[in-house]
């Protein structure tokens, strides 16, 4: 019988190409509208290597100080120092970690042999090796000891080392970074421009490098900032008053100064749309996704479901016929349904990879902008970003219940329906 139903449903959708092919390429871009956006939201907050623990990690962007007691808005606005970072967040008891990053530096990097090329620069510390995770090809990254030792380690992106080395098995070589001498102790696989909170090429201690120097506005502020891994998500709020609690106390040594955070440590989702000092308004970010999704659902839907509900009006007559040679409404509503059902996962289908081929075409247009076009490293994009399958699904069964609600509802009419009316096709 199922068979049947869709060899009939095939017959029928090939005798109106028009139409089919009409419904189904309004809802494929419908569909491919919504995974691009989707996309590009779900490559900047979900889980992905090497940022695999967004999902429970706050964020220190930025920071502020102010004269204690003043009301009028007058505020220093910059990154931390990282007296500060040390003071207020390296200390934090009910974090599982807690890394200090600097922002990137570009730098030229170079053999004794004279090979060069230039690069991006991250300073940071030793927990910066467990918040985020790498995939190393060659050694291990440097320790807690060279990082205390305040030692010239190095870790470099296999791109690098390629044009330093050609190859990547070089732990244990060294390289000149600015003509300083550094030690390679490991290379790893070149990381998305898109992970923007540990991209870099090379990596090295913020102890053998500029950082700790890097300070002004009696020592707060510099060039670096806080990433905060949770042991759970719900351990954010202990989190956020524990650094509250160190911040008074940071404080209370500061004289007639005072720092703030503005909101912060944020969430994923927050973090991505700070700007500078600025707290971000999530709820209305939210509703903005919101109102996109929905017009981007709707409008296609509805013009696809008028046209489907006059499609079936146009075959009253043969579902008065069908059931004049014995069709029960059950097998009119079922053949309705099927025919509906191959129309829709095709049209997903050809959705789907719509969406992944303009995601792919346009990526520097969704991705660039002008923070990564500083960067010397490539936008990468990998499937598991990519593909968000409940949502996908979850678009292709908006379009389907609008599609059957507008095709069965007549059908279910026909088939109740005097065989003589259905024919004359008279309501």
């Given at each position: ?48 290597e090497p940022e695999v623990n ?85 050694g291990a990254p440097f320790t ?254 908006f379009c389907l219940v609008l ?25």
């Open positions: 019988m199922i068979r049947q139903y869709i060899q009939q449903a095939l017959f029928h959708l090939r005798e109106n190409p028009v139409i089919t092919w009409v419904s189904v390429v309004g809802t494929a871009l419908a569909i491919c509208m919504i995974m691009v956006v989707v996309i590009t939201i779900r490559v900047r907050v979900a889980d992905c967004r999902s429970r990690s706050l964020y220190v962007s930025n920071m502020s100080y102010r004269q204690k007691g003043d009301t009028s808005g007058n505020s220093a606005n910059a990154s931390m120092s990282v007296q500060t970072g040390r003071e207020c967040f390296k200390p934090l008891t009910t974090a599982e970690r807690v890394t200090l990053v600097s922002q990137i530096d570009r730098v030229r990097v170079s053999l004794p042999a004279g090979a060069k090329t230039a690069a991006d620069l991250i300073e940071t510390d030793e927990d910066f090796w467990h918040v985020f995770r790498f995939r190393f090809l060659d807690e000891a060279d990082f205390q030792s305040g030692l010239p380690r190095a870790v470099l992106c296999a791109s690098v080392a390629r044009k330093l080395f050609g190859r990547t098995d070089i732990a244990g070589e060294h390289i000149r970074l600015n003509q300083v001498d550094y030690r390679v102790s490991g290379v790893v696989a070149d990381v998305s421009t898109l992970a923007d909170d540990c991209y870099g090429q090379v990596w090295i201690p913020y102890t053998s490098g500029q950082s700790e120097s890097m300070s002004w506005g009696h020592n707060l502020m510099g060039n670096m900032k806080a990433v905060i891994l949770a042991r759970d998500r719900a351990d954010f709020p202990a989190i956020r008053r524990e650094c509250e609690q160190l911040r008074q106390k940071y404080n209370d040594g500061l004289g007639e100064l005072e720092v703030f955070y503005r909101g912060q440590p944020d969430a994923r989702f927050a973090h991505l749309y700070r700007a500078w000092y600025e707290e971000p308004d999530v709820q209305g970010v939210v509703l903005r996704y919101a109102a996109v999704f929905l017009i981007l659902l709707v409008v296609p839907a509805i013009n696809l479901s008028s046209m489907t509900h006059s499609r079936m009006r146009k075959r009253m007559a043969e579902i008065g016929v069908r059931k004049a040679f014995g069709a029960t409404s059950a097998e009119l509503v079922n053949q309705v349904f099927v025919e509906n059902l191959l129309l829709t996962l095709a049209a997903g289908l050809l959705g789907l990879l719509l969406s992944f081929g303009a995601t792919y075409l346009l990526e520097g247009f969704l991705f660039g902008g002008s923070g990564t076009a500083f960067y010397k490293g490539e936008i990468s994009l990998s499937a598991g970003t990519l593909l968000s399958p409940w949502v996908f699904l979850a678009a292709l069964a599609n059957l609600l507008s095709a069965m509802l007549p059908a279910w009419r026909a088939s109740r329906m005097n065989i003589t009316d259905a024919i004359n096709q008279r309501d």
